[in-house]
């Protein structure tokens, strides 16, 4: 392009302009979509979140106005009356103890089969990869038999246990990529120095792939926070339910009391932990992808 502008008469300096602009301009479907659904997923949330602090009254004769008092009660009624707030502490133990142990198991593995060659490792990372190809839902009945027999269904154990299994092939994928992208000369410099291979992963790899590692924490607990059908399907007593089912349960208690301000304050009760999560760790989560954590 620069020799057909040279000898068209025009610099090198205006052609790589013009080129520059003509990307640009290629790239303009991609904003005005992209946009487009930023905005209304940012008018959702907020309309939500202002909803939850009005009354029912003002709700349907005002939809698009501020609240005129704040209706801090809807909160206490969807926290206290509809168990939100015991369906809340059940999802951060489910959730927080899945994500420590799909960390703890998928990272060594993660590390052993981008570093160490040995026979079959490349049929073990495609049986891993797979696994993130099966569907949920034939999954259903051998899992629900395979925890009837270890007594574990109903029971938040049974979950865990559920969330760990079935997230450890993507996370492992996602590691995989990552561990592969470091230096190898650090981890031969440490061998020198006579570090054991535990030694190696512990104190010069895992610290070097903590980007990723986030990265993976976060895209597991977001999945899991948000999880709905396998805590359906394996989660039957209220005292044992996580958030998504308590707000499931506080729906159908709509059809019959229509406090829709406590649904609406539920709602910014499961969404809030997420949220707040991507705006304090969003940096890092996207430095660790560009970093390499995801090829």
Known sequence: MVEQAVSTGLSPQPART???DRRWIRHIPAYLVLGGWSLFTIFTIGWIALASLKSNREVFREPWKLPTSLQFVNYERAWNS???????????????????????????????LSRVKFRGRELITMIYIAGIGI?????????FAMLAAMGMTNSKEGLILVYVSLSIPFTVYILTGFFSTLPVDLEEAAVIDGASDFQVFRHVMLPLASPGILTAAIFNFIGLWNE???????????????????LYSL????????????????????MAPTILLFIILSERMISGITMGSVK
């Open 18 to 20: 013009a080129l520059s």
């Open 82 to 112: 509809a168990k939100l707030g015991e369906n809340f502490f059940n999802s951060v133990l489910i959730v927080g103890v899945s994500v420590l142990v799909i960390l703890l198991v998928s990272a060594p593995a993660s590390y052993i």
């Open 135 to 143: 569907p949920y839902p034939l999954l259903f009945i051998p899992l």
């Open 228 to 246: 709905f059908q396998l805590a359906l399907i394996f989660i039957q007593d209220p005292a044992q339910r996580p958030l998504s089912l308590g």
């Open 251 to 270: 729906k159908n208690s709509m059809t019959y009391t229509g406090d829709w301000v406590g649904l609406f304050a539920g709602v910014v009760l499961v």
